[in-house]
């Protein structure tokens, strides 16, 4: 009998157990891979669903609503200004309609934030607590209950505005917190659904696989050739999926880049003119042939703002017919603007296409306003796709946003040239009388002298300080420059001046008012009236919050090419939260609200900038408050050592 070697015998006794296990594992793997295969699409296909039914239930409305309630807001102060203008009272129930409103929307915004994120929840009740505080300034300042004298009004719309402002921005915040509560869920649902595409991918590769390698094990060479034919076959069905996959993928990029592009050259301008211009551009030829943009005016007609065509001549042809009226409205564009959605359709339309051919016509739409259409023309023998109107709609509403903020950017514009021009006429028309009565009182101090004459001398001054006042924060609120005529200027002669004009007060007052100019200090050059308004406005606000036996302090000491100023006191201080704010125009804290105007500083902010320097101040609370200026050294007195006196009043 014949032996076998042990290695042999050894390999022998392996393939048993070996080719059970080797079998064995790729059919369970292959089961569990199909199970997987029918279980992973039912389970993404119900999260997918009930994400879609959250953003259709909840999200939807939730943002439609949202901008219902910033759209009421935004109306109510146009109507508060109507009831001051016209004292109709239809203008009052129209405010109380639009607050109803609003807490209509309020009451349905809170079922659905709750469900939607806790941002969005947040950003209700903080929009309903600005909304609340507005409404009680409102009521507080009577700005609905009787008709108010023009001073008045303005007085009580500035200081309401800010909070106005802040009620408007939290609806804007709470409109695009639930805009990100859908984006959420959108995203989740492109996430789930990438990787149901790669799990489905990998488990099915596996499975085959797995398949593969059972085959081999257990099936005949023909089986395995047919194995191999089938997976020949989806190779070449994916690597032509793969390719139209590519191909899909590098359009979706130009697209995404060319929309890109689009969007920084329609924010590069708030011209109205030059925005047009560039969506007509942007149109013709990267979508067709020839465009028109047909835009609605303040009259409710149709103009033709923009025509473009690609052909040089055809333009310049063109270019005639833009400002026109469209009179009569075509049937399309009248139902494109009214439902909102764009439209392939097939016609002529003059003048820009004289023979028929494939028209897309799209709504311009900005916060919920049709602001106008785009008609685009296609190139002779080609016809708009869907994946034309996405491109088409996508523009439209980049170009909707910058049609809509350079038209609000020209409102306000003209709002601020209109109150320029309306200051200064009042200011000059305001100036005759208040000489007049100077004047009388000059003469009248020739002859008796009395204290009521000192009073109406003393009150016509502060009139004409206001006054001036007034047109200096117009022109810093404008974005000019105040007005400074610089020259070489004494810094310790200024603050002796200074010292003058206020050591009375100071008496009466008891308090300490004194100024230190140090040895070095040399001239600045700036302008002598600006400097002395800075120097009072903050000498008379320090002056203003110091108490009994408190004190004032001005210093002058040099600080490189500047010379430093600093006016010190000894009052109750300025929290550090509203230092920021201590500049801004009508700024006044809570306890000090009827002791001015709230113009000194912001003005005192624009001259010293006006000169190069910089204005700040530190304060502790309960300590007192110290203001710092600087001013630029006089070029002929910079690098040369002066060494005047010390002088300590």
């Known amino acids: 009998m014949a032996t076998t070697p042990q290695h042999e ?4 006794w392996r393939v048993g157990p070996e080719s059970t296990w080797t079998t064995m594992l790729p059919v369970v793997f292959v089961i569990i891979s199909l199970i997987s295969l029918v ?25 439609h609503t949202a901008n219902d309630v910033q759209m009421a807001i935004a109306s109510e102060l146009d109507t508060i200004i109507a009831f001051q203008v016209t004292e109709q009272p239809h203008f009052r129930d129209a405010f109380v309609k639009l607050i109803a409103q ?18 969005v929840n947040h950003d209700l009740e903080k929009l309903i607590a600005q909304s609340n505080l507005w409404h009680k300034r409102v009521q507080d300042g009577e700005l609905l209950q009787r008709r108010l004298p023009a001073d008045v009004l303005n007085t009580r719309l500035f200081e309401r505005q800010p909070q106005y402002e802040k009620t408007l921005a939290a609806a804007n915040d709470l409109e695009l917190a639930v805009q990100d509560a859908v984006d959420d869920r959108l995203k989740s649902i492109r996430d789930l659904e990438r990787w149901n595409i790669f799990l489905t991918i990998a488990l099915t590769l596996l499975a085959l696989t797995a398949a593969l390698l059972v085959a081999r094990l257990g099936r005949q060479m023909r089986l395995l050739a047919a194995e191999a034919m089938a997976r020949r ?24 880049a060319f929309l890109a592009a689009a969007g920084q050259e329609l924010t590069a301008s708030l011209d109205f003119a030059e925005t047009i211009s560039t969506l007509a551009r942007l149109h013709v030829p990267n979508l067709g042939e020839a465009c028109a943009i047909d835009l609605l005016e303040g009259d409710g007609v149709l103009h033709r703002a923009a025509v473009r065509h690609r052909d040089e001549v055809r333009d310049a042809e063109l270019r005639q017919h833009a400002g026109t009226v469209i009179d009569p409205m075509p049937e399309p564009v009248a139902r494109v603007m009214d439902e909102r959605t764009a439209q392939i359709l097939s016609a002529t339309f003059e003048p820009i296409a004289t023979e028929r051919r494939s028209l897309m016509i799209v709504p311009l739409v900005s916060r919920g306003q049709t602001l106008g259409v785009v008609i685009v023309v296609a190139p002779a023998g080609r016809v708009f796709a869907g994946e034309d109107v996405a491109l088409a709609s996508e523009l439209a509403r980049h170009g909707s946003l910058a049609i809509d903020n350079a038209r609000l950017y020209l409102d306000s514009q003209q709002a601020v040239r209109a109150r320029e021009e309306v200051l200064a006429i009042v200011s000059h028309d305001l100036r005759n009388p208040l000489n007049a009565v100077m004047l009388a009182v000059q003469l009248m101090k020739e002859e008796t002298s009395s204290e009521e004459l000192e009073t109406i001398e003393l009150s016509a001054q502060r009139m004409r300080r206001l006054i001036e006042d007034l047109l200096d924060v117009t022109r810093l609120e404008g974005g000019k420059q105040l007005p400074i005529e610089p ?3 004494e810094v310790r002669p200024i603050l002796a001046e200074m010292y003058e004009l206020f050591k009375t007060q100071a008496s009466t007052s008891s308090i300490a008012l004194r100024y230190d100019v140090d040895d070095d200090v040399p001239p600045v050059y700036a302008d002598h009236h600006r400097v002395a308004q800075v120097l009072s406005n903050l000498i008379g606000n320090s002056m203003k919050f110091t108490p009994s036996d408190g004190r004032v302090v001005v210093r002058a000491k040099r600080s490189g090419d500047e010379v ?47 000169h190069g320097g910089r204005i700040w101040a530190e304060s502790d609370p309960g300590r007192g408050t110290t203001f710092y200026f600087t001013l630029p050294v006089a070029r002929s007195a910079v690098g040369a050592a002066e060494s005047p006196a010390h002088s300590t009043r």
Not at 9 to 12: D, N, V
Not at 233 to 253: G, L, M, N, V
């Open 102 to 119: 609003e807490a209509a929307g309020y009451q349905s915004l809170g079922k659905l934030a709750p469900k939607l994120n806790p941002e």
């Open 39 to 63: 279980i992973l699409p039912i389970v993404v296909s119900q999260h997918t669903a009930r994400m879609r039914d959250e953003i259709t239930g909840l999200a939807e409305p939730a943002r």
């Open 9 to 12: 015998r050894r390999s022998i």
């Open 233 to 256: 076959r989806d190779a070449e069905r994916e690597a032509a999926d793969a390719k139209i996959s590519r191909a899909d993928a590098q359009r979706e990029e130009r697209r995404a």
């Open 487 to 489: 020259t070489a200027l």
């Open 564 to 610: 430093l100023f600093t006016v010190s006191d000894t009052g109750p201080g300025i929290p550090h939260k509203n230092l920021k704010d201590i500049f801004n125009p009508y700024w006044q804290a809570k306890r000090t609200a009827r002791l001015g105007a709230g113009l000194g500083l912001p003005i005192a902010k624009g001259i010293v900038e006006a």
